[in-house]
Each structure stands twice: as C-alpha cells, then as structure tokens.
C-alpha cells in the first residue's frame, strides 16, 4: 500500500520549482517544473498543482516572499514564516543576503544547509553554480561571506548571439585553455569575447570548440574575480550535470582538489531540516 503524502517542500531556482512529496512514512517523490514567469500566481498554480488538492503543509525555499537574513550567520538558524501566496498557506524560507559587495543567495540556501547537515564538520568554500553563481565561505557551518557572478546567464545570451546551443557538447580543450587565458588575463574578457564571436560568424570552427571557448572564457574570469575565496580552500562544488561538467573541468585543470555533491540530494537534506526546525 503506498504512504500518504504528509506535507510538500520546495525549492525555486530561477524559474525552475523543484518539488518533493514527502510520505508519511519519510519516502519522498520529487518533480521539476519550468515556470514561465515566477510571479506569485504563477508560483501559487504550480504549487496548488503539486498538491494535487490535497489539505497538505508546504514549505517553500528559493523565494523572494519573506526577507533575506543577513550574512555572517548559520543556514540552520533560518526559520520559515508562515504566509498567504495568491490565497495558498505556505511556509517560506528566507534566504541569505550580504551588504558589500551587494549579494542575495535563494535557491542555493537549501543546498547550502543540505551539504552542511551532512558534512557538519567541513570549512571552506562551496561552489554553486545556477541562475546566479556563488562562492560561499563556509566556517563552523556558518556562512561568513560570499561572492556571486551572472556566468551561466552571460553564456545562455552570448550562446544565442552566437547560434550555440549552451547546453550543447563542448571541446574540453578549448574550454580548459581559454579559461586557463582569462583566469591569467581577465582584464581582455570583452576582447575575447569579440574573438570567440568573430569566429562564430566566419564559420570555421566547429560548435564544439566554439562553446567551449565561450564557456572557458566566461568562467576563467569568475574565477579571476573569485580568486581571495578559492584560493588555499578547501573547495565544494554543488551544480547541476550541465554546470558541473564544464566548471569540473575548470577547476580540475587548475589542479584544485574538489568535492562534488549532488543538488538536488543536497536541496532536500536542507528542505528536511527546515521542515524539522520549523
């Protein structure tokens, strides 16, 4: 006989709403959906969607309807408030913000506290590659600071100038190299740029390479801006296999020690605790 479902947790990335069932008896059933705007009707629709009619409790992380708490403070102390999203009673998690320089972490919380609750004991930095890329720095499962930067964003427009498919193969080669020019040289990104796309309009190079050097380009001069939170850490990386591969291959040519975690085991570790503590 399978469980009923005892309450929903959810997490918005973007426009993307990643929603689990949890069972009454701890099993959980999870369901990626695109939504075309992230409006509150929008957001209400696809939850109500979710529950299928059922009276159940959701809790919601990765919005913007509750207050962001601000950095240096621990994932774990965030608590969700109760409120009404389009006539729908939901329990949403507030975010992490920082004041200088200016950052908002969302769908990333989760991930952020799901990593900390099963590694309680590590310090140093998370990658989390997305909507929004951050650079998290970790200390006594803390979050002291952090830095984001608009990479894949950049990659998705740039790839549609360019007729690339940014989720397409890319030549690993020109990807490590070109990131291993910008990472050396960040101050000729836009030049670099003008290059890649010269050479998309001449037509000679294959789209593997081409990708692959917008790619390295791009992330080469994250990690430039990146470096102080990198540099002599010890270095998790929490994306998507989309994201993982290329920003891997990255690091790794570097020859920077990484720990890989999987999002979205991290997500719901995190979407659990804050059920538990709520």
Known sequence: MTASCSHIVANLDGNKLQVWRIADDGTSASELVALADSDAASLAAALRNAIGGSAVPVLLAGSTLVPPVAVPGKPSDLRPKEIELDGLTVHALPGLCQNAPAGVILGATARIEGFLRLNPNWDGVICLPGPVNHWVHVSAR???????????????????????????????????????????????????????????????????????????????????????????????????????????????????PVTLADPDRMCLEGLKRAWEDR
Do not use: H
Request: glycine share 6%; hydrophobic share 50%.
């Open 142 to 256: 803390e979050v002291v600071s952090f830095q984001g930067a608009l990479t894949w964003p950049l990659v998705q427009s740039l790839a549609d100038t360019m007729r690339l498919d940014s989720t397409g193969p890319f030549d690993r080669s020109a990807l490590t190299q070109s990131a291993a020019d910008s990472l050396a040289k960040p101050e000729t990104l836009a030049a670099r740029l003008a290059s890649v796309q010269a050479e998309a309009v001449v037509g000679q190079t294959s789209k593997e390479v081409l990708l692959g050097q917008l790619l390295g380009t791009l992330i080469g001069a994250e990690l430039a801006a990146a470096r102080p939170y990198w540099l002599g850490q010890n270095l998790a990386l929490i994306a998507e296999p989309l994201l993982q591969s290329p920003y891997a291959a990255v690091l790794e040519a570097q020859a920077l």
